[in-house]
């Protein structure tokens, strides 16, 4: 199945490169600067040179976020698995696609991607969102939305409406043919750059100077947090709670994958065959069961956790790293030798724990889950 997955990677990536920006391509005339609208404390994202952001492309690849036409039988947008009450995510364990085919995996949130240096969780090599955008257009195992190797069924759709003709026209001015793979995937990028979340009650005490912004239990979860003690903030820093994180004055980005200690099937570090994290695609025995840390902003409303959804509610979260790791909590004598330092284990009294759970629904940016230029334009 690794090598299945691993073909049907490259091809992805071959046709990534021939259609949303390969080396060589000239870039997009200049356009004006684009109104970030940033929350306070937010550096400017790193935008592609050949993508440049646009309100018209925005306002079309919002409109195409939402269209389920992107499907092959016409069931499911891309809003299906990201939900903007849910900070895009969907409330499942498992991603569910088109075809009803259950995934492997829990579907991530989309808030603030546009500052992530890896958008899946566990493939290295994924690392725009013109690229990432393919896979659930096309790829197959799984299915998501469908389309599989029959890309100008997709268009030919999309070309059919005239009116969503003339906004790939008015979004991408220079192209011979407006309605494209490379136009498609551009405009769905310049959208998904734009779900900026950063009005939490942490961000109106931290920037906006609001000291009674946080309460005096969601205070101390704050410094248990940034701890050492706890070591979180290692893999969910910055800004952004994401160490993964990237922005227009990042020099060179990084691409962590982490052990969490959530599987020891042999005593050696093994996770399920199902899906072993990284090493699938790398191969490399010391990415057994790593995967990509997600941003912590809005984490509140994202259940369930963990890549494969199998960890219900955030004391239950704090429970696993508490124990140094799930297998470890139910075996002290597995403790896995792939699994990432920061994950040693800490003991937390009941008030302790309440605390962080208080400063974690501090995280959560409720204009975001509601604000009106990310909502479905078919239902305003």
Request: hydrophobic residues 40%; negative net charge.
């Amino acid at each position: 199945m690794a090598l299945r997955v691993a073909r049907r990677w490259i091809g992805l990536m071959a046709m990534a490169w021939l259609t949303a920006g390969c080396e060589g391509e000239p870039p997009e005339p200049e356009v004006a600067a684009y109104d970030w609208r940033l929350p306070a404390g937010f550096p400017k994202p790193q935008v592609p040179q050949d993508n440049p952001m646009t309100e018209a492309k925005v306002q079309l690849g919002r409109r195409l976020f939402y269209d389920k036409r992107l499907s092959l039988n016409g069931t499911q947008s891309c809003a299906s698995c990201h939900e903007q009450a849910r900070a895009f995510t969907d409330g499942k364990t498992h991603g569910v696609g088109s075809t009803g085919q259950v995934h492997r995996r829990n579907a991530q949130g989309l808030a603030n991607v546009a500052y992530a240096t890896s958008l899946t969780w566990a493939n290295p090599a994924l690392t725009s969102l013109e690229a990432q955008a393919l896979t659930p257009l096309f790829g197959d195992e799984p299915v998501e939305l469908g389309f599989g190797d029959q890309p100008e069924l997709l268009f030919e759709r999309l070309r059919a409406d005239p009116d969503l003709v003339a906004r790939f026209a008015e979004a991408f001015p220079g192209e011979a043919e407006p309605v494209s793979l490379g136009t498609l995937v551009r405009a769905l990028s310049c959208f998904e750059r734009t779900l900026l979340s950063g009005n939490a009650p942490f961000d109106q005490y931290l920037y906006g100077g609001k000291k009674d912004a946080l309460s005096a239990q969601a205070k101390r979860g704050m410094e248990l947090f940034f701890s050492e003690r706890l070591e979180c903030n290692h893999c969910h820093s910055g800004f952004n709670f994401q160490d993964a994180t990237m922005h227009e004055a990042t020099a060179e980005p990084i691409l962590p994958f982490h052990n969490t200690g959530l599987y020891n099937e042999d005593g050696h570090g093994a996770y399920p065959a199902v899906d072993p994290g990284a090493i699938e695609l790398t191969g490399l025995p010391e990415d057994m069961g790593r995967f990509r840390a997600p941003s912590l902003r809005n984490v509140a409303v994202t259940a369930p956790y963990m890549h494969d959804g199998s960890i219900a509610t955030l004391s239950e979260v704090l429970d696993h790293y508490a124990a140094g790791g799930r297998a470890h909590g139910l075996d002290s004598s597995r403790v896995s030798p792939v699994q990432s330092g920061f994950v040693r284990g800490f003991t937390l009294t009941p008030q302790e724990k309440e605390d962080l759970l208080v400063f974690f629904d501090a995280l959560t940016d409720t204009d975001f889950l509601h604000d009106p230029r990310f909502s479905d334009p078919g239902s305003m």
